[in-house]
């Protein structure tokens, strides 16, 4: 009898489990048309590139909540430029064959992370609206943004590369070698020199330093 009695209980807990997730999946659908129909007449989705954020109203009020729906917004653009950004990076790396082995996964990651940092900046709030006790608020930014201000970055990296490597360059060329020929020009009379290095001649002393050079 009263293993029965347990087996109906059972049977009525999972009827009612059921019975509140499926309206929950209701409500949860209903948000979701509206979030839809509200991005929809807001966003160009042909030239923008967006995200929806939402906050629960607390007792601080709706002021509050917009601000928070505002940062859950943010950081949801944020993740979807830096894919995008990503994605281009990668593409420019392919174009480069063997050099793109000495730029890292961190190197790209940085800078996928600094193209979208900069294009929040231009953020735009298009739309926000409060439902079932909740902010909603939609942000976009324009998303020819993302290849331009990409490329911007990825040229500027590459460019301080060939920059330090120059240094590297310029500082090894400095440094003497036991039995090097080379010719010293003097601005005085323009009169060449040749000079050998002394076989005890010390290579480098301890004002030299070396540039480390991170790809």
Not at 68 to 91: F, G, M
Not at 201 to 208: E, F, M
Request: with cysteine; charged share 30%; aromatic share 6%.
């Amino acid at each position: 009898m009263k293993k029965k009695i347990f087996i109906l209980c059972l049977t009525a807990s999972m009827i009612f489990a059921q019975g509140c997730t499926n309206l929950k999946n209701m409500t949860s659908t209903s948000k979701s048309a509206t979030t839809q129909e509200n991005i929809a007449s807001a966003v160009d989705i042909n030239q923008e590139i967006f995200a929806s954020g939402d906050a629960r109203i607390e007792e601080s009020g709706k002021g509050v909540a917009k601000m928070r729906a505002k940062q859950d917004a943010r950081e949801k653009l944020r993740k979807k430029i830096y894919r995008e950004s990503e994605t281009i990076l990668k593409a420019y790396l392919l174009e480069i064959n063997f050099y793109s082995r000495k730029i890292s996964d961190q190197v790209l990651k940085d800078l996928g992370e600094y193209v979208a940092e900069g294009i929040l900046f231009e953020a735009e709030e298009k739309t926000s609206w409060s439902e079932n006790n909740k902010m909603y608020m939609v942000l976009s930014v324009d998303k020819d943004a993302v290849p331009v201000k990409t490329k911007e970055t990825f040229i500027t990296h590459i460019d301080s590369i060939q920059a330090k490597l120059k240094q590297v360059r310029e500082k090894i060329q400095s440094i003497p070698v036991e039995g090097e020929t080379f010719t010293e020009t003097t601005d005085s009379n323009d009169i060449e020199t040749d000079i050998i290095l002394e076989e005890n001649s010390p290579i480098l002393d301890d004002s030299d330093e070396f540039i480390d050079v991170q790809l």
